[in-house]
């Protein structure tokens, strides 16, 4: 099985750019960006992160808005500062260099069994097991595992195993190869006839491959209704910064938030940026209605232009009273681009960059 696996990836790799030298700053930056973020796309943007921050050091000087702005679309931005935090400590402690020790890569910030597994192996070729969703269907069906993967005694095997099978010497392209082929030919929708494994896996032999892996209970998808203010005045835009926590905590929105039960859209708006902002405004049009999806919520984002309730005379616009960010500024359309936003707000922007009405 470990020869015809070796000689299967030999053959079928795909090009990806960490898998031209192996260097072990590129793989760590390319395991992190690639947690909930399909392949192709880490393979595009990788390039261009590592071009802005070649090596632990430069990343760890940079500023969080900095990264922040480099890491833009890919989401999950815990990721982003975790993989900063992790600069940080291997500058201080290691020199700028990835140590080759389990423990001492699994203490970064941001990085568990699989992510440390996988950056030794691949940067060091060292015997270091790998577990990710495409292994454990690919075991599922070789192995014929009647257990949902999540669970503690499936887990346990799914380890045990991908660490008993690496070929002595080969842990670099093997645990690649396990990778590779979940991904290309035992996936959701298996390809038995171009997998070279099939004279090992139990549940072909069964007959019963699309039974495995068991299923697990899938998590209830939340639907979300919020309210986003564009606040126009004098020609420039009203941008807040979360505060530090939370799953966008550091990025730059437009206020909102959440339509309360007997609510419309258009009150909730007014009532969100009053309580966040201090600013009375009036809505003066509904730009659109902008849908997104996240691992758990459905979020429905009807997005308002208003205006500032205010002495048109006055030549100071009062500062705002912030609830719900750390810093605010008022910008141009143009100026957008240089600040970094959620998905939803910045789909929005994109809308708005069409709009005659933000000319």
Not at 239 to 257: N, S
Request: with cysteine; glycine share 6%; proline share 8%.
């Amino acid at each position: 099985m470990q020869r015809a696996l070796l000689d299967w990836f030999a053959v079928n790799q795909r090009p990806l750019p960490w898998r031209t030298e192996y260097h072990p700053w590129h793989v760590l930056v390319a395991e992190i960006m690639g947690q909930q973020t399909q392949l192709d796309r880490v393979a595009a943007r990788l390039p261009v992160f590592l071009d802005r921050f070649p090596s632990p050091t430069a990343l760890a000087a940079a500023s969080e808005e900095e990264v922040l702005k480099a890491w833009e679309g890919l989401g999950y931005y815990a990721r982003a500062r975790n993989l900063q935090a992790a600069a940080q400590a291997l500058t201080a402690q290691y020199g700028g260099e990835i140590p080759q020790d389990l423990d001492a890569v699994r203490a970064l910030p941001g990085v568990g069994r699989y992510t440390a597994g996988a950056v030794l192996s691949q940067a060091f070729n060292l015997p270091v097991p790998i577990v990710d969703a495409n292994v454990a269907r690919l075991f599922a069906r070789l192995f014929d595992l009647d257990e949902p993967i999540a669970s503690r005694e499936t887990q346990a095997f799914l380890w045990e195993t991908a660490a008993a099978i690496i070929p002595p010497g080969h842990a670099r392209d093997f645990n690649q190869a396990l990778m590779e082929l979940g991904a290309l030919v035992c996936g959701k929708n298996p390809r038995c006839s171009a997998c070279p494994l099939t004279g090992h896996c139990e549940a072909h032999r069964l007959n019963i491959v699309e039974e495995r892996p068991v299923p697990t209970q899938a998590k209830a998808i939340i639907p979300l209704e919020v309210a986003t203010g564009v606040l126009v005045h004098r020609g420039r835009i009203f941008i807040q910064k979360r505060l530090p926590h939370g799953a966008w905590g550091g990025l730059w929105e437009f206020p909102g938030g959440r339509i309360e039960p007997e609510e419309t859209p258009h009150q909730a708006v007014v009532r969100e940026l009053l309580e966040e902002t201090g600013y009375p405004v009036a809505v003066t049009d509904k730009i659109a209605l902008v849908r997104h999806g996240y691992t758990t919520y459905k979020v429905a984002l009807h997005c308002f232009a208003c205006r500032l309730e205010i002495d048109p005379a006055a030549e100071d616009i009062p500062a705002p009273q912030l609830t719900a960010a750390q810093d605010a500024r008022w910008v141009t359309l143009r100026d957008l681009a240089h600040y970094a936003f959620p998905a939803g707000h910045r789909k929005l922007i994109d809308l708005m960059e069409r709009d005659l009405r933000f000319a």
